[in-house]
């Protein structure tokens, strides 16, 4: 119990927020980052398309405050990314949060706050993606991921999804804990 103590004492001096387990595990910071989709340093290749949507499971329970979205185009493209349902295991169903919108990264992963914390269950299936406002290069992996792309018109995801199955491959593209940097 003292050590804990001292512990918590510690980590408040120094100004980070912690939670002791009651295994005595101290959790702070970035350390219990939690993300789920594909996130690599580098996809190994890229495609173009405007849009694009992939089929991911939650390995855990938490709340999803960005997405990280790997891209590139040219200078001011918008992007929206954006979060949706599974419906039947095949196809996306109902919008559930959607970020704000941005300009693509320079062929690297840029992350975008979510407009609201969406909560993930885990062991459940959701579709993560983005809008375009134009052709951007994206990140991939082959793979038998299913994908999607949009008929939406940039920066309106529709609610329903509005969409058709396309090339599976496994999107560079992944939900985050934290905020963005």
């Known amino acids: ?8 004492l510690i980590i408040l001096l120094c100004g980070a927020a912690a ?3 009651s295994d005595g595990l101290v959790i702070t910071g970035t350390e219990n980052t939690i993300t789920f989709g594909h996130a690599t340093s580098a996809p190994a290749s890229t495609g173009t398309s405007a849009s694009s949507f992939a089929r991911f499971v939650a390995p855990a329970s938490f709340l999803a405050r960005s997405i990280w979205i790997y891209s590139g185009g040219s200078g001011g493209t918008g992007i929206i990314g954006g979060v949706y349902a599974d419906s039947g295991g095949t196809a996306p169903g109902a919008r559930l949060e959607t ?13 975008y706050n979510l407009n609201s914390a969406e909560s993930i269950a885990s062991g459940t299936a959701y579709w993560i993606g983005w809008l375009a406002s134009e052709t ?13 792309t949009t008929a939406d018109t940039y920066s309106t995801l529709s609610d329903p999804f509005n969409g058709a199955s396309t090339t599976a491959r496994e999107l560079g593209v992944y939900l985050s804990s934290e905020v963005c940097p």
Do not use: E
Not at 103 to 109: G, Q, R
Not at 136 to 148: Q, S, V
């Open 1 to 8: 119990m003292k050590k804990s103590i001292l512990i918590i």
């Open 19 to 21: 939670i002791v387990r």
């Open 99 to 111: 970020s704000a919108t941005g300009i693509t990264a320079n062929t690297t992963y840029g992350c």
């Open 136 to 148: 951007i290069i994206y990140g991939y992996t082959a793979g038998t991921n299913l994908r999607y």
